[in-house]
């Protein structure tokens, strides 16, 4: 997902029952996540588990949003060095997908990095994972709904008047928030149309415009001063946030069939696809729009399509795609925004109410991260400034890669320590080499955060403390 560089500048939920599952395997590794006094899995024909089509979408409809259709302007003042900057990037991002695959496989429950961390380093671990995400995908929520704004306006002019447009924010968060009430069946439907109508026109551009490409256009091979390693550092953090969402498989485990075996495969497949869509779509803007003018589009794509087949209907064509684009993946965010805390609840690190689930969906968790994404919506539009709310997006991208590096490390505990491992020194020494690229790659997005936002970032995390401290003096008064 990429929220960075998108944001333009300056019916109630069904009555809810507790979820106590009851695990069909071992404790560790339960794919099969059903509340007690409901055989057919919370929630009969509203509920439906994910198949492999349904997981790849989640995870390329999370990981592409609406930043792909500003990228290729952002890294233009680099050259096509940054297409470099891509390569690098993908090996670490499909490094972390492996990851994640491999993590799925040993215990494949709905949670993901908040499930690997803590049964690897124990409650207070997979709280600050949980904690973290759970930040990340509201305030992401809210960063998404305002940038849509700005190519609904395309359409339909709503940024005329400040509350008109903050009511266009809320509908575009809402929307996909009444169809995660539903159910699941309904979600995976949302996700698999949405990610259709996305990758169509991104499709036609990125294919379509390797027909039209001119080498002319592509400018110098390093634009900017200074050394080519640092052009590809300079560009890599821009692009660094592009691939947030590589775990939303991983996070919806317990809504996937057959988890050991397609979350892994959703993950690979789906990151390797957006992947190449990023790839080819900045290639085929980069050999259609000649460099000098790309430096200053504020719309690459829109000119991309121009320049391909003449008239001026690029922009509109290009909003529609992008609202499109950015409407599933609220509405897959949406749905990781209440996994996480639906599995820290049923372990006690959550308030209860968030293991509240009905037609296979959080509900509560939903409700309350809609809400508060609303609240900082309205707050980002009374302010009347975007430079509270950029900050936030900015902290977010920090907070999403607390998350990454705690899996990363449980799979190196796992590799280290030997547990759950059988004795193949060749697949121990791939996973490691894998495990360490995952974790370079982390830390990479750690570093291309920035100092402001590590340190505004660890201020949130610090806040998550106190909050576990009281859930944990409850949970022992308890017991």
Known sequence: MHV?????????????????PVPTESPVGSSTERPAGDPA?????????????????LVMGNIIGGGIFLLPASVAPYGTVSLIAFAVLTVGAVALALVFGRLAERDPRTGGPYVYAREAFGD?????????????????NAALA?????????????????????????????????????????????QIVSTVLKFVPLLLVAVGGLFFFDPRNLGPFHAGGGSTLGAVSASAAILLFSYLGVESAAVSAGEVRNARRNVGRATVIGTAGAALVYLLGTL???GTVAHDRLVTSTAPFTDAVNAMFGGAWGGWAVAVAALVSMTGCLNGWTLLSAQTPYAAARDGLFPAAFARRRRGVPTVGVG?????????????YASGSGKVFQTLVLVTTFTATVPYLLATAAQLFHLVSGRGERVDRARLVRDGVIAA???????????????????????????????????????????
Request: glycine share 8%; with cysteine.
């Open 4 to 20: 960075t560089g998108t944001v333009p500048p300056p019916a109630p939920a069904p009555q809810e029952t507790p979820a106590a």
């Open 41 to 57: 899995g919370s929630a009969g024909r509203h509920a439906r588990r994910f198949g492999l089509p349904v997981a790849t979408a």
């Open 124 to 140: 207070f671990a997979g709280f600050l994972a949980a904690w973290a995400y759970w930040i990340t995908t509201w305030v992401s």
């Open 146 to 190: 305002v940038a849509a704004v700005g190519y609904l306006d395309v359409l339909i002019p709503v940024n005329g008047h400040r509350w008109t447009a903050c009511l266009a924010a809320l509908a575009l968060q809402w929307l996909p928030a009444l169809a995660n009430f539903a159910g699941t069946r309904y979600v995976g439907a949302v």
């Open 284 to 286: 085929s803007v980069f």
């Open 368 to 380: 309350v991260t809609v809400v508060l994404a609303s609240l900082l919506t309205v707050y980002n």
């Open 437 to 479: 690229v995952a974790t370079a790659f982390s830390l990479w997005l750690v570093a291309g955060a920035g100092y402001a936002a590590v340190y505004q970032g660890v201020l949130f995390l610090f806040a998550g403390v106190v909050v576990y401290a009281v859930l944990a003096a409850r949970r022992q008064r308890t017991v």
